[in-house]
């Protein structure tokens, strides 16, 4: 499943200049170039980011059946309808994501994480996952969330600033995103040995991207996770892009590679292929349920989109890649299998369509009508107990703001925000 590559040159260099001989180019560098030069190269000199041979898969680009002895078996439950609902998830999640950019544009959002072209690695492992079993995720698993049971107004509720977390981690089993790189999964590891301790058979998901890999957080948990053989799932989703920095920068040979020098098995799967990428979780999940320890997965994937709304990719990615990916889009190579399977109807086509329209206008109802929390109420949620210092800085802060006229309607928003935040449980 894995293939060696020819390492390449760092940024800014090329082949000639990995000679150490040749001198320094490094980024930054007098002699480095612009930003925009150094993106350019960089997409340049990035490995085989068309390449996804060596990924596993159960479904081709072009919606085809591929067989693959190994993921088959946990891909067996997987009828029409299940398939039917897969490609539905899919299909409404895309249209919130296309609603929570809108949102962002007209200022009703702060900052919005795109996921297009990721649906599949997302949609397809959230749902082979059971209810008691946690989720630990990054930033850009709204679909993650949107599964495990967060309702419409918890995907946006972060993002307009106005809460920590759009959800109780505790109904939905997943905890509030965390836009630290790689901390997830050291959480992940640390609930999984909690689970192992009280002797059940949840399974605890760490959800991160390829960059993230690089992180010391993501090493650490691993060699952890290893030694003790916790039930836990490293879920790479590698889209090729960690901001601007191309996948190629950072791993010159399959991220997938580097688990097992940790000790842990792990997979490369067609991140777009829903298919695969459920069988791959659910292999991977029953391993941890049985006390197998820890599995690492590799979703080859591609992040169509920017890296967030804050992000203007055209400044260092070749549009050429866009073009191949869009070719391997994760949504339509389904509507072709249930085509193929004559479980497209117009009926269920309709059906989906009304649901991603129904879930989209309710997206944008509840977020418009997100109230402002009050000022002070940032106090009441960094701390479980309260403390002297604590307090100190909240008179201060009363204090100051006592010097401005309150906006208009702020009184009556403050008021509806705490009983918002308190009808909302632990999501704070
Ligand atoms: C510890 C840490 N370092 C740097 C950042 C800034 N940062 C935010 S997103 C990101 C890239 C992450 O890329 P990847 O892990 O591939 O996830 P993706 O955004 O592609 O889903 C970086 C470096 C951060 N949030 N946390
Ligand atoms: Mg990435």
Known sequence: MIKTQIPTPMPG???????????STEPGSPAASSPEQDAATRADTAPAIADDETAARLLNAAGERVPN????????????????????????????????IALQRQGQLGLWPPLLGQEAAQIGSARALRADDFVFSSYREM????????????????????????????????????????????????????????GADAVAVAY???????????????????????????????????????VGLQAHRAISDRAPGFGIPSMRVDGNDVLAVF?????????????????????????????????DPTR??????LELWAGRDPIRRVEALLRGMGAFTPEFEQQVADAADTAAAELRAVTIALKDPAPLSVFDHVYAEPHTALEREREQYRVYLEQFEPPEGAVQAADDAESTSADNGGAR
């Open 13 to 23: 260099q090329t082949m000639a200049d990995q000679n150490p001989e040749s001198g």
């Open 69 to 100: 002895a190994e993921l088959e078996p946990w891909a067996s439950e997987l009828d029409a309808e299940a398939i039917g609902g897969l490609y539905r998830d899919m299909v409404v999640v895309r249209r919130l994501d296309a609603e929570g």
């Open 143 to 198: 679909a993650v969330a949107w599964v495990r049971g967060a309702r419409p107004e918890g995907l946006t509720r972060a993002w307009r600033g106005i809460s920590a977390s759009g959800w109780d981690p505790f109904t939905v089993n997943m905890a509030p995103m965390q836009v630290i790189i790689g901390a997830q999964s050291l959480h992940a590891t640390g609930y999984a040995l909690g689970i192992q301790n009280d």
């Open 208 to 246: 991160f991207g390829d960059g993230a890999t690089s992180e010391g957080d993501v090493n650490e948990a691993m060699v952890f996770a290893a030694s003790f053989q916790a039930p836990v799932i490293f879920f790479c989703q590698n889209n090729h892009w960690a901001i601007s920095e191309p």
């Open 279 to 311: 069988a791959a979780m659910r292999s991977a999940l029953d391993r941890a349920r049985n006390g197998g320890g820890p599995t690492f997965i590799e979703a080859v994937t591609y992040r169509m989109g920017p890296h967030t709304t804050a992000d």
């Open 316 to 321: 260092y990615r070749d549009p050429a890649e």
